[in-house]
């Protein structure tokens, strides 16, 4: 009798625990680019392609026109859908030539790197010299680091970057997701 009752209070606590972990998902839902100097840089493609239910993934490639390009800032803000889109967490500046040379960079500017590197040609030092291409990047990627990296609250997102090339805003990308 007493080896049931442990067996039955050990299954409880196996099944209370797997219920009670929940698992988020983000999804991407849109992706907007948009080039404010179209003499510097065009966006060839820039869309979110959605296979099938279960597997979407962004692609974009922003043709530089005039290189080498040796001076770039990003700025980078995270924003939450709450009566429109709020900043939210994050709002970074930081100088993509110094952090892709530099051997110990910002941490927060390293993390939203690492959501890209997979798929992208981003992985080389300034200048550029060719266009920067991001290729069939899936939200499983992000996912990874969203969930259980840095845990959000659920939620509609957006990420917003602003390109600047020789102190000129050049292109602005934005990035939508849900996390549910």
Not at 36 to 55: A, G, H, M, T
């Amino acid at each position: 009798m007493a080896i049931k009752l442990n067996f039955f209070v050990a299954s409880l606590i196996l099944l209370t625990n797997y219920f009670i972990e929940v698992y988020s998902v983000v999804e991407f839902t849109n992706i907007y680019c948009e080039s404010l100097d179209k003499d510097f840089v065009l966006f060839e493609y820039c869309f979110l392609k959605s296979v099938n239910r279960s597997y979407k993934y962004v692609s974009v490639t922003a043709k530089l026109l005039k290189i080498p390009v040796s001076k770039v800032k990003v700025r980078l803000g995270l924003y939450k859908r709450l009566n429109g889109y709020k900043p939210f967490l994050y709002n970074l500046s930081f100088d993509a030539c110094r952090f892709l040379n530099s051997p110990n960079p910002n941490p927060v500017a390293l993390y939203f790197h690492s959501w890209f590197k997979d798929y992208s040609n981003t992985n080389h030092s300034c200048p550029f010299d060719h266009d920067i291409v991001l290729d069939k990047m899936p939200y499983d990627n992000v996912n990874n680091k969203i969930t259980k990296i840095l845990p959000f609250p659920e939620g509609k997102y957006m990420i917003e970057m602003h390109w600047i090339a020789y102190d000129i805003e050049r292109a602005i990308t934005k990035f939508y997701w849900t996390l549910t």
